[in-house]
């Protein structure tokens, strides 16, 4: 894909969304059922390309229709990355509004810490911009992080700048039957750590010396090279205990499981400053209607 | 002389009493001057009554009767800040969180702490010696500022270069939002359920309602630490070379640069060794583990050297690094030989435009007949120009105003944003439409609005469309200690 982006002033978007009528943006479709169903909203397409890439910068502006895969591969030319990651077919934006961190989210953060700025359209229909294009900005309210996650339910996200990262030089993954508590003791800011209960398998990435130093330290609790895992596709929360067949991403309180648990618990507190929230932003209830932030598993 | 207020006719103040008691409850002039006021140039402000708080419920208490009486409230924490955000405006119920300082847990092994407001930040990582962990977020205030503020104002530090800013390291809140209800925000591990809450909360300067706990990240120490010196005979060569780093694919733990005004300043003080006749020197710290670090130790040598730095060096022990960074973080009580006032400015720029936009700051300030002093977060093209004069000379106040109004334009004209670390508050709210339309504006004041649907949290800060302060002066006589 080249690096231009039709678009580029997301006029066209902006006509797609309209002012009226339930709405919502369709992206790779991989996860469309998270949180409920676009019931019966009218479908619009965001943006699809690279606008800008900077690698002095470390950001990169992209369409939110962009497929997550093709821009890690421009990225990667650059030595870059970004810290998201969605299944295959997943484009920008839809992962950044479902809002699942990486794997790796030890070494490369939380998905919300990658968003940098959004162009957005609102409920009303008018184009807004969140956030800023520089890496460090506390100028007003943090309007990224409270679209990332939100499933389009504030605002329907077309342009998007991100922070990329420099690609570690080595990856390794270790695994061997230990608990996960010793080979946190032994390794320093390692990058993924998941234990299914009699296994645990650690992530080292970095400097190829680091990481082999790392590993023969962890051979000693007879941990062993292997391939990277295939997890489970559900997902639930950690709750203390494992469920049959799950692996915990430790540290993240997140569960791979077989099947979706339950959404978890939530006060109602939280649960009415969430409905103002989306009440503030979208009052006649036009932006994907069907879905909810607070009905999705982990 | 400090009022008891056990005996007021002013119903508000009963009621705050009877849920505090008369000695938390203050409403003598020395209380409401000494909370009028933060580390900003910004006087003119008028607190109401002073209240100090010891739980959450005393808190919530005390917004409940700041609601009931028709009042603001503002909450505060070691007023540190230097955008005004803390400034009561209209006589607000100050809500001081000070007392509020206790560490409740610290949870070792899942590498978290929960904590009361008021503590201070400095006071974490104290605490946390031989844990291996500490909080990572390192504002110049730390050894004053509470984490409060920190939550507050998303507050910043030169190591958040790479670990990131305080929203970063912040998992979970504990919030008294501006109805008094008490909600819990975020979550200990995980992505947010639902909306991120809390991430929208993080930076809200007191306006989304007020913090009473928090549980933080907690950073694991590094296994090694390296910290470098590099000078240069231009200002420019300096900042090409933050960009070469950050081009070749590294984030250095920290990224700072002074320039000759600072570093003539501060090295009679400090005998850091500073070359004094350098237009430049930079920072710069690699943390992680050895090879690494060693490896990057030599890449930046070769970049900083093909950009024309004069001298690399590398801290040979920790007594040396500790002379390093004292004079960074000592930068501003060593000015008062050259000027006895400052104004402090924060913007961001993108890094490449760094030679240029510090150059047309020099321009700037010679335009206004002023002295400027820069010592900033490089990594992150985070400026800090420091103007230097004197309070008492006539007509002064308009230029320092003047340059740092241009400052600001210049920056966003870059494709800067307008604050990187201190926040909004009062100082640049008017700069706001320099960088947002009426359509951002108003999104974000949705944001607010869900949160304070009746706007009595400190309602004349961040947005322009807002409450206003029309008291207040934009610059007085500055504060004897201030930091960056």
Redo the contacts between chains.
Sequence with gaps: MGVSAGDVHMVGFRSDVGDSGAVCVRGGGTRWGVGGGPDGAREVSAPVGIVTL?????TVMVGAGTALSDLAGELAIH??EVGMKGPSGATVGGVLMV???ALRRRRV?????VLLQAD?V?ADG?????G????????????C??L???LGT??LVGRVILRT???PSRSLWLAGEVEP?RVLDAT??PSCVLWDGVRTSVLLE?????VD??AARLALLELSATEPPVLPTGRG??TGRLPSGGVLEV????VHQADDGG??T??D??R???G??????DPSGRLNPGRD??R?A? | MRRMSGRSRDPLVRALVSALDARRVQTGDGARRLYSRDASVIRGGRAGVVCFPETTEEVSACVVASLAHGRDFVARGAGTGLAGGAVPCDEPVMVVLTRMDRILEVDV???LAWVEPGVVNLDLSRHLAGTGLHFAPDPSSQQSCTIGGNVA??S?GPH?LLY??T??HVLAVEVV?PDG?????G???????????R??F???EGTLGIATRICVRLT?D??DVATLLLDFMSVGAAADTV??I??A???PAALEMMDQRVVEAVEPFVNAGYPTDAAAVLIVELD?????VA?EIRRIEELARAHGARSVRVAADEGERERIWKGRKSAFGAIAVIKPDYYLNDT?????KLAEVIERIYEIVEEQDLIVMNVF?AG???LHPLLLFDAREAGVMERVLAAGEEIVRVSVAA??????????GLE?KRF?SL???P??????Q??????D?VGRANPAK??PTGASCGHVTSLGRLPDGVWV
């Design positions: 900077d690698p002095a910068e470390m030595g870059l809002g699942r961190s953060g939380t998905i919300a810490d957005c609102g008018v184009a807004f911009t969140a800023g294009p520089t890496v460090k900005n506390v100028t007003g309210y943090d309007l992080r409270l990332v996650g939100s504030l605002a990262r420099p690609v508590e320093y800011r970095g400097h190829g010396e680091d130093e790392t929360r950690w540290g993240s309180g997140v959404p978890p939530v006060s507190g939280v009415l400053l969430a103002r929230m989306r009440a503030s932003f932030p607070y999705v982990a | 092994s899942r590498r104002n998303n910043g958040c990131g800013v929203s970063a939002l209800e008490v909600v819990v925000l979550e200990e591990e995980g992505d947010s359920v639902g909306y991120d809450l991430g929208a993080v930076g809200g694991e590094p296994p960009s070469a950050i081009a694919g590294m984030i992680g583990q050895p090879s690494g490896d961001v720029i993108p890094r490449t977060h992150d093209g985070n494709g800067g944003v307008l604050s990187g670390e201190h926040g909004i640049k706001m960088q947002f339309s359509a951002d504006l108003e999104a974000q949705r944001l607010r609005s869900a949160f649907p961040v947005l």
